[in-house]
Each structure stands twice: as C-alpha cells, then as structure tokens.
C-alpha cells in the first residue's frame, strides 16, 4: 500500500503562483509514476501532469503546458506541482496520485493510490 498527503490549498489571484506538495510512504518500490488530476466543480476529473519516478520523465496535459511544472524529490518520497500564471478556469480540488504502471496513469487517466485532495481558488 501506499499513502498520498498533499498539502498547499489556497486562494490565488489570476496570475499567482502556488505549489502543491504530496509527501508519499509505505511501498514506495512498487510505484512507477506518480500525477496530479484535478476536479472542478460539476467537471469530470482531468488528468494534469504527471512524473516517472526513476528518471523524472514529465508529462503534461495541453491546458497547463508552459505554466505547470511537476518535479519530485527523490530523497523525500515527495514530488510537486509548481503551478504559475495562474487563471480561474485551474480552480478545482487538485489531487495526487500514484501507480505501479506509468502507462496507466499517463494514458489510461487511472491510478490506484490516491491523495485526498487539496483545493485550489483563482480567484480576484
């Protein structure tokens, strides 16, 4: 099992910046890859980007491409998502995830662990 806990909720202006962080622990060995997803209100959730744990391979969706950048840090189980140039459409409760498989997350939009969530407000 692994467990996910995020932290850096907060309300930002339109064009702010706020990073997020997800501190992971338990089987960490078993993780390949790990993401953020993102819901908003009334949305179905979206896949943001995402990290390969070994080799620190991103991905990104197109809508956050040149503003987002995720990272980890390998010594701490925690990976990150810087998140800049900020616009009301990024509010919704971000959300970390990690899986055995980085095909799954990347391109099935799926995981088997999962943070608890964390919101985001851009907002003036």
């Known amino acids: 099992q692994v467990q996910l806990v995020e932290s850096g909720r907060g309300l930002v202006q339109p064009g702010g910046s706020l990073r997020l962080s997800c501190a992971a622990s338990g089987s960490i060995f078993s993780i390949d890859a790990m993401a953020w997803f993102r819901q908003a209100p009334g949305a179905e959730r979206e896949f943001v980007a995402a990290?390969?744990?070994?080799?620190?391979?991103?991905y990104y969706a197109d809508s956050v491409k040149g503003r987002f950048a995720i990272s980890r840090t390998y010594a701490k189980n925690t990976f990150y998502l810087q998140m800049n140039s900020l616009k009301p459409e990024d509010t919704a409760v971000y959300y970390c995830?990690?899986?055995?498989?980085?095909?799954?997350?990347?391109?099935?939009?799926?995981?088997?662990?999962w943070g608890q969530g964390t919101q985001v407000t851009v907002s003036s």
């Open positions: 990290i390969k744990w070994a080799d620190g391979r991103t």
């Open positions: 995830a990690a899986d055995g498989s980085t095909t799954t997350l990347v391109s099935l939009r799926r995981a088997d662990y």
